[in-house]
């Protein structure tokens, strides 16, 4: 990965940490294992084992000067993560402990940035366990979600990205442990904000929208958002309406993507 990133470290990172870290991250690029699904152009997610545990990082590469020096002048997507990820643990909302946030310089223009983070073993996108035939079990993920979305609201966190992949979930003695993933669009607000608070919840619920052969898990959650006590998520056909709309532009996207890149 070179030997040329300059690392800043989250609060309470371990000296043992920072020393493991910091020769894993500066080995070479084999030491990098990029995970399945999440390979893009410009960012990849991976593994890298170090000495004292594995770590999760997300490294993005920036070509064009303009680009470049853009990332040079402001803050990277991955320093906004970062921030976003020290002040939800901060505030003791399940997500991966940050590590250390890094730029790599070719010259004086930042080349490439890095996020590492802790590594969740055993855990899945909710997305992905949502498919689960088994409904029991289901449920337990979904009873575990809307739980973890009542601590997202009392702490006055609003995800404007929320779907299953950017939500993970971990086996636990009582049903599932839910983790934010993807702090990159998350911003915080005085709670209870419920308003933009709905907002995140529909984000959800269009994501499950757009999913096929999901019928059951869009009536089960819908079953369980009353739990959440908001006025604005009361109206249960208003809320599907809005969620099915938010979907229709979401599919409308993709498929011009899909038009872009063929």
Not at 18 to 24: D, G, I, L
Request: contains cysteine; glycine residues 8%.
């Amino acid at each position: 990965m070179g030997k040329r990133f300059r690392l800043r470290w989250a609060p309470d990172v371990s000296d043992d940490m920072r020393r493991a870290a910091r020769e894993a991250l500066s080995g070479e690029a084999g030491q990098f294992l990029p995970l399945a699904g999440y390979a893009r152009q410009v960012k990849q997610v991976g593994r890298v084992d170090t000495a004292a545990g594995p770590l999760l990082v997300k490294r993005r590469r920036y070509a064009g000067l303009l680009r470049r020096l853009g990332r040079t002048v402001r803050r990277t997507k991955a320093d906004r993560e970062f921030g976003n990820l020290v002040a939800l643990a901060r505030l003791g909302v399940p997500c991966p402990r940050p590590v250390a946030v890094g730029r790599r310089f070719g010259g004086l223009l930042v080349k490439e940035s890095l996020l590492a983070e802790e590594y969740l073993a055993d855990a899945s996108p909710v997305g992905t366990l949502l498919d689960d035939p088994d409904a029991e079990a289901r449920g337990r993920l979904l009873d575990a979600l809307v739980e973890f979305l009542g601590v997202l609201h009392r702490r006055g966190v609003v995800h404007r990205d929320l779907h299953g992949d950017n939500l993970l979930a971990q086996p636990s003695p009582t049903g599932f442990a839910v983790y934010v993933v993807d702090a990159l669009h998350v911003r915080f607000v005085r709670p209870p904000a419920d308003r933009a608070f709905a907002r995140s919840v529909q984000w959800f619920l269009a994501f499950l929208v757009c999913r096929r052969g999901t019928d059951n898990v869009i009536a089960e959650f819908l079953d369980r958002v009353p739990r959440l006590g908001l006025r604005e998520l009361a109206d249960r056909g208003k809320l599907l309406a809005r969620a099915g709309a938010v979907a229709e532009k979401l599919s409308a996207r993709e498929r011009r993507n899909r038009t872009r890149r063929t």
